[in-house]
């Protein structure tokens, strides 16, 4: 794994492990939103100091954005790897099933941390809710394209419309992981996911 060294307080230099550090600023901005989260919250979970919190990932947004970057590629996540389902059907389940159960989790902060972080940005990190409303676009497109590839090999009906199902199964799980971040079981988030399910279109 990447390491970088880093002056301790006291002592002599020492390493840290770069993809650790990343996961516990993740949960950081996970849990406090990006603007609730200050320098020290995230050098004091990550175990280094400001110096080499800046020479290994840059400046605070930088930081948030390559903890995005490492959320939405995590080995639990479920966004991509239901795009590769065989059906519509099938992805929509893993995502929706997926989602109902990740939200709720309580090995780590409950809901999404775009989602929160979205809602929550001021106008002074504008740029930052940019980037993550973007990102959740794309998202959304992905799922489209996968939703009309369905359609020209049959397996999704021609009278769905696959841009509005997309952001129908998007905003699903957008309330999800709000309802999630509010204290929703995963038993009552798998109810919300099975309802949604019962009316997806299907041959």
């Known amino acids: 794994m990447s390491t970088v060294s880093c002056t301790a307080a006291v002592g002599r230099p020492r390493?840290?492990?770069?993809?650790?550090?990343?996961?516990?600023?993740?949960?950081?901005?996970?849990?406090?939103?990006?603007?609730?989260?200050?320098?020290?919250?995230?050098?004091?979970?990550?175990?280094?100091?400001?110096?080499?919190?800046?020479?290994a990932f840059g400046n605070k947004e930088q930081l948030f954005l390559k903890a995005i970057e490492f959320y939405e590629n995590r080995p639990c996540g479920f966004f991509k790897p239901a795009l590769e389902q065989k059906t519509a059907y099938e992805v929509a389940e893993f995502?929706?099933?997926?989602?109902?159960?990740?939200?709720?989790?309580?090995?780590?902060?409950?809901?999404?941390?775009?989602?929160?972080?979205?809602?929550?940005?001021?106008?002074?990190?504008?740029?930052?809710k940019d980037v993550l409303t973007k990102r959740r676009h794309q998202g959304e497109n992905e799922l489209?394209?996968?939703?009309e590839l369905a359609q020209q090999q049959g397996d999704l009906t021609d009278e769905a419309d696959a841009s509005t199902?997309?952001?129908y199964l998007c905003t699903v799980i957008n309330g999800i992981a709000i309802q999630a971040s509010s204290g929703a079981t995963e038993a009552q988030l798998v109810g919300v996911a099975k309802l949604a399910l019962a009316s997806f279109p299907r041959r």
């Open 165 to 167: 199902l997309a952001r």
């Open 15 to 55: 390493a840290f492990d770069m993809q650790i550090a990343l996961e516990k600023a993740l949960d950081v901005f996970w849990a406090k939103g990006y603007d609730g989260a200050s320098l020290s919250d995230l050098t004091t979970a990550m175990g280094i100091n400001k110096p080499s919190l800046y020479s």
């Open 144 to 147: 489209r394209s996968r939703l």
């Open 95 to 128: 995502m929706l099933l997926g989602a109902a159960k990740n939200m709720s989790d309580s090995s780590h902060p409950q809901g999404c941390v775009m989602v929160q972080g979205a809602l929550a940005c001021s106008e002074a990190a504008a740029g930052v």
